[in-house]
């Protein structure tokens, strides 16, 4: 799973989660740059580093052997969960993973290197991966 190698900080803050800061679209990351398909955010949302990961080998597998995929978001943000059934106190809990948090607008991944039918279908079987609303983009439009 995808992870930053090291960090300054070990738990981050929580952040505010109100909606009309989460629905602002995201103003980088916003173009196909690197392939010629892409999959782009339309919701809100925190993704995992297991469903990053999951949405990349599925596109992969589904794209054959001559795509190229490119992979445009790394979970930075770290994640604490407490354990079932702990009273409540006695500090923050434990690092549990780490996050991306996806505004919409922003393009996830790219895919080149294969036909229109097969990249196509390759992007809608990794969105499937993702718990937002996803679309597929070309590049240029």
């Known amino acids: 799973m995808l992870a930053p190698k090291k960090t300054k ?4 803050q ?19 740059a690197f ?6 955010v339309m919701t809100p949302a925190r993704i995992t580093s297991n469903q990053i990961e ?3 080998r599925a596109l992969s597998r589904a794209g054959g052997k001559t795509a190229k995929v490119w992979v445009r978001i790394f979970p930075d943000r770290p994640v604490t969960h407490k354990p079932a059934e702990v009273r409540m106190g006695s500090g923050k809990g434990d690092l549990f993973g780490y996050v991306m948090e ?7 991944f790219e ?10 279908e390759a992007l809608r079987k990794a969105g499937k991966k993702l718990p937002v609303k996803v679309r597929i983009v070309a590049r240029g439009a």
């Open 54 to 56: 999951s949405a990349r």
């Open 14 to 32: 929580t952040g505010r989660k109100h909606p009309s800061r989460l629905l602002r679209p995201d103003t980088r990351g916003i173009t196909v």
């Open 102 to 108: 996806v505004r919409p607008g922003r393009v996830l």
């Open 35 to 40: 392939g010629s398909y892409g999959l782009k």
């Open 9 to 12: 900080y070990r738990k981050w």
């Open 111 to 120: 895919i080149d290197g294969a036909t229109d039918a097969i990249a196509r």
